[in-house]
């Protein structure tokens, strides 16, 4: 059984550290001091799980495959719940046979097993004399099955996870695959009402004595009727004032963290505490159920935290703030500090004393973990920059960038990403490439480790954890679904760092990041780079105190540089991977490529009577001469084409075999750095899931619980609140500005036709049609991505199928997670959850008019 997953990030879980945390057992309370929620106050514990079967996995906590599979969950949902007490399972790790165990409850509650560990399974089962509905509450576990259908973990072991679902009478099976930590807690609900506030995990701001705007929280409503919640209102009282905001729906069976707005009340007082009443109200005013929440009073001049709608999903986000001493002064610095794996934000910024010349703030990447300030983590970082730019108005010359441990990690990553936002990044404890950074745990793991730990010699070990192509067309699928993840690739677009000057600060005694990688990056700028400095700070572990983060001689490298104004810019170097990620360095933007996702680049240089350009895989550029204060431009070259031009303003160039031209701006129907894909980019814009009704009771069921998987999980990863709603509540007109993601196919859910008709992609019942492809058969699957019609930014993401079986095959959703790659479409079959990259049947991206026929595909079907 090779069960492969790759997880978020395991800065402070890698079995090979001899970090001190690494030793302890338990959940993250007894690691970081993240206090996990033990009590209910949504009901009583009718049950608590004490008996079960336990199947121990061999494998890795990391993967090299392109593709995640895990072989026991796909049996399950393909086959249904098999499981007994000594039924064996074939091993591939390490082939040989492995059996279901019995495992009890120690004394506090829980299952408490090394082999729950990341590659473990709990099998469990509860009899209910009667159908009735109950919260399915548990910690510990990555993905939980409950009669058939997934849902969303707890595996950072929080204790926030409540699952509202209908017993049926008689047996009812669930199957946990293990998390983080070696422990599940398991336990069933009765609610005190059908609908109901839940105060874990709260996003909260603080109150500022010297501000009265209204601020924006977020709570999670509890809905266990069969009926959505709809026309309900929030209201909250504090001190005698009140504000209502209106609740989004939420559907059956579901929980959702909501917006609220907080009214301010006067004379607040720094360092009180104030009490805030919540009220649910149906949309008739009747109370469905109360709240208090308690609310910290700050000064706006002291270290504090913000809060905002994220354009993302319209949730609530908070970011924290250590203010310049200077107060009440515009035009100052601003120091955008990323934090590392499991630091909330507010810890970030405490962790820097006040400058006297700019402002400390932290996003949080969305969570604690969050997404290694990648994919969301990455908008977030933007989403919160742009934000308290507006907010503190600061120099945008002089903004800077650093980060601790995967903050470093982040500094690296988004600074070679947006290297025309940063005057200088001061990456501290970092990696600068997530996936070589999970990679290295290889070359620093003794062959006597290997034999230990996996009972197999390193040649053996090695060989397990690569790639093992049947074929060079699944070499080839290997490939181009890896492509999707090149904008990650920082090292592929190293050269952005010549925008600013970089200093790196690393312990000389790291042995969670070890300092060996941030050697490797003083050799590598070494080669190009003549504004770094490096400083290995003596006997430092990963975390040598505050030191660590606010490490004076950063703020003196910082202090002496910004970012050049457009007019100084004599030469620009710029690469990327996607315009969708990044485009553009200061008034140069790469709107198309020639083959997506691959690097792209321009170097850019003025000349005595213009400007002269080289470039690599552009298929069209714009140049913005006002901003570059270039208005009379009399000469341009542009890999060699001189190219005449009587245009003063933006100016678009295109490329045609191989001969540069003037051109129009393209048509919004193309791709654009507003709309480039893969598969990921419609997780935003305020998406809302639209589920199938149209088919039959099991797929209707199946596309519903599936949409709300994948809101469970983006709300734990992510922070998120999605709204849900079914095809045949779905109008095209509500929706305008905002990011589609359909569940179901042509045949069952009714919104298809309205927005994919004129899809090159075509799934139905029985049959697939991808451009002039038809292909046969239910057991397809994909997930794909398609721009909304006369729309210039919005996508509709597509998770469908061919029938039952590749209904059950794309169960997986790792593209909630960073890194993992997904192209504009991938299609595969029932094979795929089981055995990975074998089931995968075409990957690859379309073209710029977003066509399969002048896109790039790599297909393992026959015509």
Do not use: C
Request: cysteine-free.
């Amino acid at each position: 059984m090779n069960k492969l997953r790759i997880p978020i990030l395991f800065l402070f879980m890698i079995f090979f550290s001899n970090a001190k945390a690494q030793d302890k057992e338990g959940n993250i309370v007894e690691y970081f001091g993240k206090e996990k929620v033990n009590d209910v106050s949504e009901g009583e514990v009718i049950h608590l799980f004490k008996e079960g079967l336990i199947l121990g996995t061999s494998g890795t906590p990391f993967s090299n495959s392109a593709i995640q599979y895990d072989p026991i969950f796909a049996e399950v949902l393909q086959n249904g719940f098999q499981i007994n007490e000594g039924k064996e399972v074939y091993d591939n790790f390490k082939e040989e046979t492995i059996a279901w165990q019995n495992i009890a409850i120690s004394e506090n509650g829980e299952f408490n097993d090394p082999k729950l560990r990341r590659n473990g399974y709990l099998y469990l089962e509860y009899i209910s004399e009667e159908e009735k509905n109950v919260i399915f509450e548990a910690s510990g576990h990555t993905n939980v099955i409950i009669n058939g259908l997934p849902h969303e973990g707890d595996h950072y072991d929080f204790g926030w996870n409540l699952i509202p679902i209908t017993l049926k009478k008689g047996v009812n099976k669930f199957l946990l695959s293990g998390g983080r930590f070696s422990r599940i807690r398991a336990r069933l609900l009765t609610t005190y009402k059908p609908i109901e506030f839940t105060t874990r995990d709260l996003t909260l701001p603080d109150l500022l004595q010297e501000e009265n705007e209204n601020l924006w929280g977020a709570i999670r409503i509890i809905n266990t009727e069969k009926n959505s919640l709809k026309g309900a209102k929030i209201k909250v009282e504090i001190n005698g004032i009140s504000a209502e905001t209106n609740v989004p729906n939420i559907v059956s069976k579901n929980v959702r963290k909501v917006p609220f707005s907080i009214p301010i009340p006067s004379n607040l007082q720094e360092g009180d505490s104030i009490t805030a009443h919540l009220y649910l109200q149906a949309a008739n005013g009747r109370n469905i159920d109360t709240a208090k929440i308690i609310l910290d009073i700050k000064s706006k001049f002291k270290h504090h935290k913000k809060t905002f709608l994220s354009k993302v999903d319209n949730s609530v986000q908070y970011y924290s703030v250590a203010p310049s001493l200077t107060k009440n002064k515009e035009n100052q610095a601003l120091f955008l500090s990323v934090h590392g794996a499991s630091v909330e934000a507010v810890n970030q910024a405490n962790a820097y004393k006040q400058k006297d010349w700019g402002h400390v703030v932290a996003p949080t990447n969305r969570r604690p973990f969050g997404f290694a300030w990648e994919d969301w983590g990455r908008l977030d970082a933007l989403e919160v920059l742009e934000h308290s730019e507006n907010l503190l108005k600061t120099d945008p010359q002089h903004t800077y960038l650093t980060g601790h441990s995967m903050g470093g990690h982040g500094s690296w990553y988004l600074g070679v990403t947006y290297p025309d936002r940063f005057a200088a990044i001061a990456p501290a404890a970092g990696y600068p490439d997530l996936l070589d950074y999970r990679n290295s745990f290889i070359s620093r793991i003794s062959d006597e480790q290997i034999e230990k730990q996996f009972e197999m010699s390193a040649a053996d070990f090695k060989q397990k954890i690569n790639p093992d192509f049947k074929n060079t067309t699944e070499k080839d699928l290997d490939l181009i679904t890896r492509r999707a993840g090149n904008p990650s690739r920082t090292l592929k677009l190293k050269n952005n760092y010549l925008h600013y000057g970089v200093y790196i600060l690393h312990g000389d005694s790291d042995n969670v990041v070890p300092t060996y990688l941030a050697q490797g990056m003083r050799e590598e700028l070494g080669k190009f780079h003549n504004d770094f400095a490096y400083y290995e700070y003596p006997g430092g572990e990963h975390w040598f105190g505050d030191e660590s983060v606010d490490w004076p001689p950063i703020f003196y490298f910082f202090n002496r540089r910004k970012i050049k104004s457009d007019a100084e810019m004599n030469k620009i170097g710029f690469s990327t991977a996607s315009p969708g990620v990044s485009s553009k360095s200061h008034f140069i933007t790469i709107l198309q490529q020639e083959h997506p996702f691959e690097i792209s680049n321009f170097k850019f240089e003025r000349t005595e009577n213009g400007l002269s350009i080289e470039t690599s895989n552009i298929k069209t550029l714009s140049i913005d001469l006002v901003a570059m204060e270039h208005p009379n431009l009399k000469a341009m070259v542009i890999d060699g084409d001189s190219i005449s031009t009587s245009t003063s303003g933006i100016i678009y160039f295109e490329n045609e075999a191989g001969s540069w031209k003037t051109s129009e701006k393209p048509d919004a129907s193309q791709k654009s750095p507003l709309r480039y894909g893969g598969f990921k980019d419609a997780f935003r814009h305020n998406m809302v899931f639209v589920y199938a009704t149209k088919g039959s009771k099991e797929e209707n069921e199946w596309y519903f619980n599936r949409a709300k998987f994948d809101a469970e999980k983006f709300w734990y990863r992510a922070n998120g609140s999605v709204e849900i709603i079914k095809d045949t509540d779905f109008k095209a007109s509500d929706y305008i500005d905002r990011n589609i993601i359909m569940y179901g196919n042509k045949s069952n859910n009714a919104a298809w036709k309205k927005l994919l008709k004129n899809s090159p992609v075509q799934f139905s019942e029985n049959q697939v049609k991808i451009g002039n492809k038809t292909i046969k058969g239910e057991h397809y699957g994909a997930y794909f991505i398609y721009p909304k019609e006369n729309h210039e930014f919005a996508s509709i993401g597509v998770v469908t199928a061919s029938g039952i079986k590749g209904m059950h095959a794309a169960y997986a959703n790792d593209y909630l997670e960073n890194g993992t790659f997904y192209p504009d479409l991938l299609l595969f079959n029932d094979e795929m959850p089981k055995d990975g990259l074998s089931g995968i049947k075409g990957s690859g991206f379309f073209g710029n008019d977003w066509s399969v026929e002048n896109g790039e595909f790599v297909w393992d079907i026959e015509d």
